[in-house]
T-cell receptor
Framework: GQQLNQSPQSMFIQEGEDVSMNCTSS?????WLWYKQDPGEGPVLLIALYKAGELTSNGRLTAQFGITRKDSFLNISASIPSDVGIYFC?????????????FGKGTKLSVKP | KAGVTQTPRYLIKTRGQQVTLSCSPI?????VSWYQQTPGQGLQFLFEYFSETQRNKGNFPGRFSGRQFSNSRSEMNVSTLELGDSALYLC??????????????????FGEGSRLTVL
């Protein structure tokens, strides 16, 4: 079945540093989404990408929809302690009458103050 | 506006029992989808309901079922529970759902989840 490879699995960074994470797949997706999950809560949508090559920002977050439609990356600039959490990418593929949302395994971000 | 509400938040069952989880979506959202989250498998899509009809389904056995009511509230049921069903079950509501293109598609608003432990 379809799978998303998300990397890195975890990161330890100093406050103020920039962060990069990405997702790749052997399959094409129509939509890429990035979510963040804090402990004890459900994931929260950060950025949605709908077009190949699209680059979208949300504050200090920037995400891109890969031109091949098989990958996406998320950058966080000038990280702060509240950026701690698990970041998930998700790819949506709809064909015919079915929509299939696949999640990556997550990148756990830890920030040292 | 009120967010997505899931009940119960925690529950413990034994093998062979069945369980029903409830989800109330954001007002105005007609799409409700369900996900299973485990440390090993991550987030996996179970199914999506839209206007009381199941229109997308993930790769789970028939023991996992759901339904949606006319007020968009949704329930999922797991019968004949197995140890491997222990997980966080997340519900998400959406304006655009998981089908179609463009804005709102795939934009999910998650509840806090129902944590199921099967003994």
């Amino acid at each position: 079945g379809q799978q998303l490879n998300q990397s890195p699995q975890s990161m330890f960074i100093q406050e103020g540093e920039d962060v990069s994470m990405n997702c790749t797949s052997s399959s094409i997706f129509n939509t890429w989404l990035w979510y963040k999950q804090d402990p004890g809560e459900g994931p929260v949508l950060l950025i949605a990408l709908y077009k190949a090559g699209e680059l979208t920002s949300n504050g200090r977050l920037t995400a891109q929809f890969g031109i091949t439609r098989k990958d996406s990356f998320l950058n966080i600039s000038a990280s702060i302690p509240s950026d701690v959490g698990i970041y998930f990418c998700a790819g949506l593929n709809y064909g015919g009458s079915q929509g299939n949302l696949i999640f990556g395994k997550g990148t756990k971000l830890s920030v040292k103050p | 506006k009120a967010g997505v509400t899931q009940t119960p938040r925690y529950l413990i069952k034994t093998r062979g029992q069945q369980v029903t989880l409830s989800c109330s979506p954001i007002s105005g959202h007609r799409s409700v989808s369900w996900y299973q989250q485990t440390p090993g498998q991550g987030l996996q899509f179970l199914f999506e309901y839209f206007s009381e009809t199941q229109r997308n389904k993930g790769n789970f056995p028939g023991r996992f079922s759901g339904r949606q009511f006319s007020n968009s509230r949704s329930e999922m049921n797991v019968s004949t529970l197995e140890l491997g069903d222990s997980a966080l079950y997340l519900c998400a509501s959406s304006l655009g759902g998981l089908r179609g293109q463009g804005a709102n598609t795939g934009e999910l608003f998650f509840g806090e989840g129902s944590r199921l432990t099967v003994l």
